[in-house]
């Protein structure tokens, strides 16, 4: 595959995971993450640790899986009613894309109505991706929220 | 809604019966003000931790009964709170929430004051009077009453004579004894980062339910349930802490009835711990905390240590507005900012000399159970907020807190209490109304 077709390739893979997300579809979005895949969303900016300092989110697939179980079936107080999302992803620049190790970053922003509610979350997102098969999988998502370290309210749907 | 002012003390007495309590007392602003007054104005507040304030100029910008303060250590070591105010046009001058500073300038027209709120200097001194004093008190920022610590725990009272803060805190000492103890070192430090979540509900709706045991298997069924369905030991990242806490609120009935609550003068309440497996305890096969246990012994003895482990308590309440848990070194600040709109301040503690394993356990539970993606507090926000919105409805004023009324056990130091029952609440808002109707000290 040559640099321009990769770079396609990842593109097209982050928009699918946008898409998923905004349909409810978390299932197949987890199947997006290797199954030694991270998701982080630190709470602090330029957050380095992930262990000695808090993150709003930092999960494997293991506990994805409970997350994506609770978002299904559990029918959570606080997804009652079900948010409507739109994300939108941009600025996605790809890089290192020599090998398996393939890396990229974007910019978002998400959309959240729920209810009488409608929210705006907006940040970066720093992809590391693994090629298996030939097919691309996440090994870490890192999600840098504008507001990290503000003052927040429930965050239900991953962004 | 009444004006503050025209509120007698019957009337305030009037909210609270037994086994009830008026809705007026979480939707009134006038209620809400008169509680900024009289509870976060004349009780001791929690305000930093001595680890925050460390050396001469280190400071915190907090709340404190509706007032941005700043906690400082001044050039004499003492701690001070003050107004976050300029006294020359009114600005806010500190627009950080911690760092170190030997001079606190304001921006407007340069006044610089000292960590101990006195004013350094003043630009174009000429210009301003003959008799215009440095050293007068008006031209400083103007102290935030009175402060006092307890083994590192800094609060603030507003009143003119607070009682001694260990008389206020009373059985409570325990609880941050037990904290401090556990600390191999004697010493626990604030972890720098934590959370703050913002709820629409009053601020009481939060020290409820964090003294509440039965909610859990209702409230919490959506994360008890992905957890049941888990399979264990998956998570290559968290020894199974997350899924532990998630399943730990799948008691039956029966198990949360065998949950102590004990109820104090003052308001105070605690609860016993439900986590009873995993790496929320520690497992003789466990080497992490086999090696902190070595660690605690060393400093106390295997007697004391054991003693000291075998404190084994979630959440205590510090009234009004602390929630502390020792066992996991967790710490919630509840920040009232209007009658329906509350901060919830979410942060833990770092146990000096013990394993750094011991540290990010805290950290995970700090995540687990405090972030704002958690899939436990979540929905607890949401049911606060789902409180805050029915009781806005004028029907049917009342609302109830009876469960338990007949079963607590009271004994002769005024000590209540209870399994399965909401002596907590009643205990607070006995509390309240003794709070909401007395005299200023």
Redesign the interface.
Known sequence: MSTAEMARAVEAFILREARLLDRGEFEAWLELYAP?G?YW?P??PH?TDP?????????????L???V??LL????????PMPRTTHLVSNIEVEDTDGDEISAQAAFICVEHQGERQRMFSGRHAYQFARENGSLRIKMKRVDLLNC????????IPL | MQDGASLSNEEIRDLVRPDHVHRRAYVDPAIFDLELERIFGRLWIYVAHESQLKKPGDFVRTSLAGNEVLITRDEAGQIRALYNRCPHRGARICMVDHGSSRLFSCPYHAWVFRPDGSLATVPHRKSYPANFDLDDPQNHMQPAGQVATYRGFVFANLAENPPPLAEHLGPMTEVIDNLVDRAPDGEVDLAEAGFILEYRGNWKLHMENAADIFHPSFVHNSSVSPARKAPPKASIIDQDQTREMMLANGFGIKEWEGIQLTGFAGGHSSMKSFYNSGVLVHEDADPVAVRYKAALDERLGPERAAAVLAMRGFNNIVYPNLILNAQYQQMRVVIPLAVDRTLVHIRCFRLKGAPEEIFHRAVRFLTTLGSPASMIFSDDVEMLERCQQGLVSRAGPWIDFSRGLDSDLRDDRGQVSGAASEMPMRVQFKAWVERMTAEAA
């Not at chain 1, 079936?73 to 009652?80: H, K």
Request: proline share 5%.
């Open positions: 030694q991270i969303m709470s602090q957050q262990l000695g300092v808090p993150s709003i989110m930092y999960e494997d697939h293991a506990i899986s409970m997350r179980q609770r079936e559990a029918r959570a107080l606080v997804l009652t370290d503000g003052v927040h309210a429930p965050i239900t």
